[in-house]
Nanobody, 115 residues
Framework: QVQLVESGGGLVQPGGSLRLSCAAS????????MGWYRQAPGNQRELVAD???????NSADSVKGRFTISRDNAKNTVYLQMKSLKPEDTAVYYC?????????WGQGTQVTVSS
């Protein structure tokens, strides 16, 4: 069982920046594909970005050029740097770790973009 603990959410004005962090409780962190998902009220959970075990990344079109996912295998941590935030980025952001057949979720952290 892998525990994922997110941090870094909060309230930010449009155009602002936030960095989310997700710490994983596993010594095998480097094996996992790590991802960030988000869910806004009334919407389905959607992929924001993910990063593979060797560093390849994938991101949603809506965040390309604004959000960057990265990982530090020495710290068992994945990050999501968010810039030029928009009100439509408001959601609960969830950290995900997967390595077949395992799939784990964090508890989520709220990001609110509002003036």
């Amino acid at each position: 069982q892998v525990q994922l603990v997110e941090s870094g959410g909060g309230l930010v004005q449009p155009g602002g920046s936030l960095r989310l962090s997700c710490a994983a409780s596993t010594v095998f962190f480097s094996w996992y594909t790590m991802g960030w998902y988000r869910q806004a009220p009334g919407n389905q959970r959607e992929l924001v970005a993910d990063i593979g075990s060797v560093g390849g990344t994938n991101s949603a079109d809506s965040v390309k050029g604004r959000f960057t996912i990265s990982r530090d295998n020495a710290k068992n941590t994945v990050y999501l740097q968010m810039k030029s935030l928009k009100p439509e980025d408001t959601a609960v952001y969830y950290c995900n770790a997967r390595h077949y057949p395992e799939n784990y979720w964090g508890q989520g952290t709220q990001v609110t973009v509002s003036s």
